[in-house]
């Protein structure tokens, strides 16, 4: 499995800004892919996630009614669109996927967002 994490940049606090995460590799049917993000200074932390199937999502609370996460099968690509964004949204945010049912074993690079206030 590959995954391209792009779309980061500097954007003022409010603004929105689009993730893109192209997959390859293999059919996605059975996995879930999943967005995270890690902080200067802090640990990597979860965003939120799609089932590549049926298409279900779950959110961080800290994100939950700002950031929506969708994919187009046949671009075999996730995204993730940040309304509202806010200085402490401001960290590397990297894709990642794995088999339903266990742990996210492979990731994309990251993309860097920076939010100024």
């Known amino acids: 499995v590959q995954l391209q994490a792009s779309g980061g940049g500097l954007v003022q606090a409010g603004d929105s800004l689009r993730l893109s995460c192209a997959a390859s590799?293999?059919?996605?049917?059975?996995?879930?892919m999943g967005w995270f993000r890690q902080a200067p200074g802090k640990e990597r932390e979860f965003v939120g996630s799609i089932n590549w199937s049926v298409g279900s999502t779950f959110y961080a609370d800290s994100v939950k009614g700002r950031f929506t996460i969708s994919r187009d099968n046949d671009k075999n690509t996730m995204y993730l669109q940040m309304n509202n964004l806010k200085p402490e949204d401001t960290a590397v945010y990297y894709c990642?996927?794995?088999?339903?049912?266990?742990?996210?074993?492979?990731w994309g690079q990251g993309t860097l967002v920076t939010v100024s206030s």
């Open positions: 590799g293999r059919t996605f049917s059975s996995y879930d």
């Open positions: 990642a996927a794995r088999r339903i049912g266990t742990r996210y074993d492979f």
